[in-house]
């Protein structure tokens, strides 16, 4: 089995910047893509960048130059750097590994960003 553990959530004001981080242990297949999702009150839950275990990533078309995604094999991390941030980047922010054996989920951390 395979656990994340998101962090770094928290209320910033317009403009301003934050790190996710979320942490994976367990037993990870050497081969997954690892991804951000976000969900907002009232939305369903949206797709923010992907990272495979190669470094290939992938941003949704409205996340692009403002979120980077980044991840460290070695340490079983991936990170989400947002910057520019606005109000409607406010949501649960959820990490996902998808592995060759199944896909989990974190418990998600908050985002919120104030007007």
């Known amino acids: 089995q395979v656990q994340l553990v998101e962090s770094g959530g928290g209320l910033v004001q317009t403009g301003g910047s934050l790190r996710l981080s979320c942490a994976a242990s367990?037993?990870?297949?050497?081969?997954?893509?690892m991804g951000w999702y976000r969900q907002a009150p009232g939305k369903q839950r949206e797709l923010v960048a992907t990272?495979?275990?190669?470094?290939?990533?992938y941003y949704a078309a409205s996340m692009e130059g403002r979120f980077i995604i980044s991840r460290d094999n070695a340490k079983n991390m991936m990170y989400l750097y947002m910057s520019s941030l606005k109000p409607e980047d406010t949501a649960v922010y959820y990490c996902?590994?998808?592995?060759?054996?199944?896909?989990?989920w974190g418990q998600g951390t908050q985002v919120t960003v104030s007007s």
């Open positions: 990272v495979t275990s190669g470094g290939r990533t």
């Open positions: 996902k590994i998808v592995t060759t054996v199944g896909v989990t």
């Open positions: 367990g037993s990870i297949s050497s081969e997954n893509t």
